[in-house]
């Protein structure tokens, strides 16, 4: 079972960039659909991206679409989220999630979220 670690949170500007990293532990990174959430104060945790178990084919949340990019290294059991464009409204704890699921594209569900990291903090200034 994967355990999963996200680093590089912190504070930025408005309009600057940040790149998160997801690294996770196990031999069957492959086997999970692999996606990015976020949690602001006294919000429900949303969708932000996912990408298949290939690599091929990531999905965007419509506020993050042209801003963020979602990637990942199977050799390395690593997922990224490059942020860019940040707006204060990204600020957020942003969470790493893994799912057991041959679903290419769409939303990921909380529900359906195998593993969970423990989060990052995006803090975007003004």
């Known amino acids: 079972q994967a355990q999963l670690v996200e680093s590089g949170g912190g504070l930025v500007q408005v309009g600057g960039s940040l790149r998160l990293s997801c690294a996770a532990s196990?031999?069957?990174?492959?086997?999970?659909?692999m996606g990015w959430f976020r949690q602001a104060p006294g919000k429900e945790r949303e969708f932000v991206a996912a990408i298949s178990r290939s690599g091929l084919s990531p999905y965007y949340a419509d506020s993050v679409k042209g801003r963020f990019t979602i990637s990942r290294d199977n050799a390395k059991n690593t997922v990224y989220l490059i942020m860019n464009s940040l707006k204060p409204e990204d600020t957020a704890v942003y969470f790493c999630?893994?799912?057991?699921?041959?679903?290419?594209?769409?939303?990921?569900?909380?529900?359906?979220?195998?593993?969970w990291g423990q989060g990052t903090q995006v803090t975007v200034s003004s």
């Open positions: 999630a893994a799912e057991t699921t041959a679903q290419v594209l769409g939303i990921m569900w909380p529900s359906k979220v195998d593993r």
């Open positions: 196990g031999r069957t990174f492959s086997n999970y659909r």
